[in-house]
C-alpha cells in the first residue's frame, strides 16, 4: 500500500528537545522552524506542540534544576513560555513564518464548546498560514486541571484536527528492542511497544516513553498515525522530511485496520454519536447533501427542531422527516434560528460573528450511502 503524504501534522517537541538543561537551544528551536517551512513548501501544515516553558524559565527563579513544586513550575513556566515563543518567533521570521501561541488546559478539551472554540482557532491559524504553537497553560494550570504531559495534549490536538501524523519528537530515537538495544522501527499495536519499555525508568523528559505510547493510543483510536521519533538525531539532519517522505525514521505505529479509512470519522458521527436534535432543511439543501457532496449552509435549513450547543451531534432532516444526514454542527440552535435562509455571507451580519460559512462541514457529517 503506498502511504499518502500528510497534508496536516501535529509535531511535538519535548523540553529536552528545545531547552537541555534548562537553557534555550537556539540551533534546535532554528531547525524546528526550518522543517516546518520546509513541510509548508511541500503542502504540509504543521501545527506545533512545544515544551520547554519550565525548562527555559526556572533558572530565572534561581533554580539549578528542573521545580518540583507546582507553584515553581507556574512560575517558571510564566517566564520561560514568553521565552520560548520569542525564539520561535525569531527562528521563523527567517522563513517568512509567524508564530501564533495557543495555550490550552485540560478544560477545554472536557468542555465541547471550549473544545470546539479551540479547534476553529486552531483551523483559523491553518487558514491564515499563521503557525500554531501550542502548550499547556502551565502558569494557571494546577494538579486537578492539569494534562500533565504535552504527549497527551498533542495526541488531542491531532485527534481534534483530524491531523494525518503525529510526530513526537524527544530525546529518545524511538521504542528500544529491550534484547537487541536496537530502534524497532514498527509497531502494529502498542502492546507489543510497552512490552520493550521500563516504566521505572524515567528519562529526561516530563512525559517519558510511557507518556508517549498513552498519547499514541489516543492518537490511534483517532485514526491518526504516530511516528516517535529523535528531535535531536546524530549528525544533525532534520527528522521530519524523511518522516513525511515514510522513510523509517523513529518508531512508527500505523493506524490499526479497523480504524483506517477515510469512513473511520464519518462512521463515528454515523453510529456513535448521540443526536440532540435536527435541521430541517429544503429540497435542494438535500440533493446537495446527497448528491453533490456539499456541506451544510444556513441557506437551506427551514427550521430547527430541539436545542443544543456548538458542535453537538444532530440529523439534518428533509420536511417530510426523511433522513439525509448525521453531522456535528458549527452553530448552536439559537444561532441557526437566527441564520437560517440567510446567505454564509449574511452569517456575520446576522449574529456579530461567524465561525464558519458552514452549519455542518461536509467533514464533520455523514451521508448515508457515502463511501468515505
Ligand atoms: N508544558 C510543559 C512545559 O512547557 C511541559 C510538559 C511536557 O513536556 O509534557 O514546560
Known amino acids: 500500500m503506498t502511504r499518502q503524504a500528510p497534508t496536516r501534522i501535529v509535531v511535538k517537541v519535548g523540553s529536552g528537545v528545545v531547552a537541555p538543561g534548562g537553557r534555550l537551544d537556539l ?27 519550565v525548562a527555559a524559565g526556572f ?8 521545580p518540583a513544586s507546582i507553584r515553581e513550575k507556574q512560575a517558571a513556566a510564566a517566564v520561560g513560555q514568553p521565552r520560548l515563543l520569542a525564539a520561535y518567533a525569531d527562528a521563523l ?17 472536557d468542555n465541547r464548546q471550549r473544545f470546539l472554540n479551540a479547534r476553529h482557532t486552531i483551523e483559523t491559524l491553518l487558514g491564515h498560514a499563521l503557525v500554531p504553537i501550542i502548550n499547556e497553560n502551565d502558569s494557571v ?44 522501527a514498527e509497531f502494529t499495536d502498542t502492546d507489543a511497544a510497552r512490552a520493550h519499555i521500563d516504566v521505572s525508568k524515567s528519562d529526561t523528559g516530563v512525559g517519558g516513553m510511557a507518556t508517549k505510547l ?28 524523511p518522516i513525511l517522505d515514510g522513510e523509517a525514521v523513529g518508531t512508527r505505529f500505523p493506524v490499526p485496520v479497523d480504524k483506517r479509512g477515510p469512513g473511520a470519522r464519518k462512521s463515528w458521527i454515523a453510529f456513535s454519536t448521540q443526536t440532540r436534535g435536527a435541521i ?3 429540497d435542494g439543501a438535500a440533493r446537495a447533501l446527497r448528491d453533490k457532496g456539499a456541506s451544510l449552509l444556513p441557506k437551506g435549513i427551514v427550521s430547527v427542531e430541539g436545542r443544543f450547543d456548538v458542535g453537538a451531534p444532530v440529523e439534518i432532516r428533509t420536511n417530510d422527516g426523511a433522513l439525509v444526514a448525521r453531522g456535528l454542527t458549527t452553530y448552536a440552535s439559537h444561532e441557526l434560528e437566527r441564520v ?10 446576522v449574529l456579530g460573528y461567524a465561525y464558519a460559512p458552514e452549519v455542518v462541514h461536509r467533514d464533520d457529517m455523514h451521508v ?5
Do not use: W, Y
Not at 530565572?60 to 534544576?65: F, Q, R, T, V
Not at 485527534?159 to 524497532?184: E, F, N, Q, R
Open 27 to 53: 540551533d534546535a528551536v532554528g531547525g524546528i522552524a526550518r522543517e516546518i517551512a520546509a513541510a509548508r513548501d511541500r503542502g504540509c501544515l504543521v501545527v506545533l506542540v512545544s515544551s520547554g516553558a
Open 59 to 66: 533558572r530565572d527563579l534561581g533554580l539549578g534544576a528542573m
Open 93 to 109: 521570521r527567517a522563513h517568512t513564518l509567524v508564530p501564533a501561541q495557543v495555550l490550552l488546559t485540560a478544560d477545554d478539551f
Open 141 to 184: 494550570a494546577f494538579d486537578e486541571i492539569r494534562l500533565g504531559d504535552n504527549d497527551r495534549l498533542s495526541a488531542l490536538v491531532a485527534s481534534a484536527i483530524g491531523a494525518d501524523l503525529l510526530v513526537l519528537l524527544s530525546v529518545a530515537p524511538g521504542v528500544i528492542d529491550k534484547t537487541t538495544g536496537k530502534v524497532i
Open 214 to 241: 498513552d498519547a499514541a493510543d489516543i492518537a490511534l483510536e483517532h485514526a491518526v498515525p504516530v511516528v516517535i521519533a529523535p528531535g535531536r538525531p546524530e549528525g544533525g539532519a532534520d527528522p521530519l522530511a
Open 280 to 282: 430541517i432543511i429544503d
Open 340 to 349: 437560517k435562509g440567510s446567505r454564509s455571507d449574511e452569517i456575520e451580519g
Open 368 to 372: 448515508p450511502g457515502d463511501t468515505a
